[in-house]
Nanobody, 124 residues
Framework: QVQLVESGGGSVQAGGSLRLSCTASGRTSSNYIMGWFRQAPGKEREFVAG????????RYADSVKGRFTISRDNAKNTVYLQMNSLKPEDTGHYYC?????????????????WGQGTQVTVSS
């Protein structure tokens, strides 16, 4: 098993930046594909970005391409989400998730482990 803890959320004005971190404990995160998801009030949880075990392959939702960057440091068991040019529609609770599969998937139900999330609020 792996335990995931997110940090780095907060409130920012539109156009600003935040960097989220997700630190894993228990089984090392290098054993998993890692993803970031977000959920706004009244909406379903949606895929934001994913990264493979070695960090050589990434995948992004169309809504964040060119603005968000996912990366990982396996030596620190940490995955990051750098968020630039933030928009009010990026507001939501951001979750880190781990998947023991072999491909970066966008469906939340396919991920095995989840953190508690961190709130991101972007004001206009």
């Amino acid at each position: 098993q792996v335990q995931l803890v997110e940090s780095g959320g907060g409130s920012v004005q539109a156009g600003g930046s935040l960097r989220l971190s997700c630190t894993a404990s228990g089984r090392t995160s290098s054993n998993y594909i890692m993803g970031w998801f977000r959920q706004a009030p009244g909406k379903e949880r949606e895929f934001v970005a994913g990264i493979n075990r070695g960090g050589s392959s990434t995948r992004y939702a169309d809504s964040v391409k060119g603005r968000f960057t996912i990366s990982r440091d396996n030596a620190k068991n940490t995955v990051y989400l750098q968020m630039n040019s933030l928009k009010p529609e990026d507001t939501g609770h951001y979750y880190c998730a781990a998947d023991s599969g072999i491909m970066i998937m966008t469906l939340a139900g396919l991920y095995d482990y989840w953190g508690q999330g961190t709130q991101v609020t972007v004001s206009s």
